[in-house]
């Protein structure tokens, strides 16, 4: 069958059909315990919401805004329950507390949904929480009634700190999409929004004592498309933008009205360039033009570490904590601090001998604390990322741990809290599926299942020091995310899979139970206008087989359609095939093809291409090696600059597949050539794939096998093949020659659809 529009209204149907069926409970992130009772709770027009107090009446409220939001009416309030047919607020039942739940008693709550009644227990933040997973339990659509299955579900999170940042330096995001993310945030119930507001690329609060800051660190003017623009380097859009005091506080009210804590991040000494664009008197070099930067990176524009620096972020921090006089901590950065210009600063080195600070990192360590006690002067504490460990930490600092978990254990083992957001789990700039066509990000690969199966306590940490573990958080850094739309595809569905890691307890978490609980929230998502990344259909996996037909089966989520192709053309809704049975798809012998999909969503959204390689071949096999020595063997092969024709050839080991190691003997623009031969440790069976990006003539080798091959002409291309190989060491043979021009040859490796990686000659052996 095509798909057609009468494929999309099925589909909606069937969609909102499995949405209401009453036996799943569905709820992110997955609740302590759930317990399922007899029988249904019927809400209707007529149900009425008791509530007894203020932390009742407040959440009787914000059920009545949820009911009118989605269904257009709203519920009668009453302090009295009726004799049936209600929903009640309650303070905390105790009797659950003391017996069976010890540990964050505050947030501890019950729902309790009867045919006669529901009922939610808890103090006021709980109560919110169990109202985030009632809504849950609703039907996108109101008919005459809607009913709830009778359930007890008791609750509280894990981590007391769960947390999602937002980068808007490099892109503003509007208070309207901030608001939206916070409330996202919410239903899924995390507490602390991390708001990035200054960097190199822009500085986005209003300072009243520094109008500067934002008149000239809020902008970013220079279009680079003049200038020879790449992609990968800035993205040539001017941008601008800034929160006023007023949007800020409103902001933060905002969070706060749904239990949010919004900890503000200014950035110092590192990544302030707009504010040193704006006061360049506050950098070490005089003379120095600074800018807002237009590129993205790490820059060696810094604070310089005067009186008159610490005199500003003072005055700048006196400010900020005024505008959030709820939030336990200010953020300071600390991260990626290039000690260039300190290094050449007399300042500095003055600095150094009335301190007795030994190199710049003491420098470094001195700033940071020198804020600290500030700060913890102002009833507030400071929360850095992991680099503030070097050089002494700060006494009472919190570190957010993102260069991997190495930092957050180091810390904790100080007995400093810790926050952590490691990259590999975390960093959802990274990319979701295929390089090839995901939209343009930061590169990385950080696929749903990796963020699910982060538990940001590390297993190194034994016994009291977990404790300082005080929760987890993601971060979207915007470099390539200009719009909120781009924001949430990042965001979404990944920020589901980190919700439940830092509410849900590790042994009540499992990948696919998760994914079916998911699968019912991208209809609500939908309808909430959330620019998801559609999931790929289930299965959708390479596939090597020795068989003359690859068979694949998918089992696209629910509400979705999948139209597909096997001939490399990408799917068109006219004119492709819809799935509706397992594919069975001819291969001769060393053949692949492409099978490629695209995901239509149940509100008519289309995904990106996902494809999958369908490869008949062999695996190769592993080499054993008895000894291993790092690097690779080298051959090279030239005529020398005297004129005579007889070549050289020299040959030995190398730590790197560099050309530039040849330049002291050879002009590299001549005719050359070069071999390189080591074994490259393949992590796990599967489909490879190996690409060469290179000028002339080119070469790859695996296991022997010519995977590529092309003379090549003076002109930079790419060639790229697919080999399927099994776990372990696998000889790796590079080949070029150059004949002459400015050579260039560079090989990179992939777990096929996933993200490249060099091979620099370090991380092989031979
Ligand atoms: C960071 O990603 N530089 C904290």
Redesign the pocket.
Known sequence: MKYSLFAAAFCLLFASFTFTQSDEINIIPKPRSVKKLSGAFKLTKNTRIVALDEAGRKMAGLLNDLLVKNYGFKLKINSKPPTNNYIQFLPPDLSIRETTLPGRPNLLHSIKIQPDRIEITGYEEGLFYGLQSLKQLLPLEFKSSIEIPALLIVDYPRFGYRGMHLDVGRHFMPVEFVKKYIDLMSQYKFNNFHWHLTEDQGWRIEIKKYPKLTEIGSKRPESMKEKNFTPYIGDGVPEGGFYTQEQIKDVVAYANARYINVIPEIELPG?SSAALAAYPELGCKADYKYKVQTTWGIFKEVYCPTEKTFGFLEDVLTEVIGLFPDSPYIHI?G??VLKDMWKESPEVRELMARENLKDEREVQSYFIRRMEKFINSKGKKIIG?DEILEGGLAPNATV?S??GIKGGIEAARAKHDVIMTP?DYS?FDYGQGDPATEPINIGGYLNLEKVYSFDPVPKELAGDDAKYILGGQA?I?TEYLQTPAAVEYMAFPRMLAMAEDVWTTPENKNFVDFSRRLSSHYAQLDKQGVNYRIPEPGGLQNIVTENEKAVITLTPARGTVVIYTIDGSDPNVKSSEQYNQPLAIPLKVGEAKTLKTIVISSAGRKSVVYGATLLRHDYLKPAELAEKRPGVTFGFITRPANGSTDPVLSSGETKTTGLQQFAKTTDLKGTFGVTFDGYLNIPADGMYEFQAESTWDTAVFIDGEKLIEDAGIKDRKIRSAIIPLRAGLHKVSLRYNNHGGDPFFRVRWAIKGQNWRNIGGGELVH
Do not use: A, F, I, S
């Open positions: 990544h950065g991260d990626e990322w957010m993102w260069r990259t960093y971060n850094w």
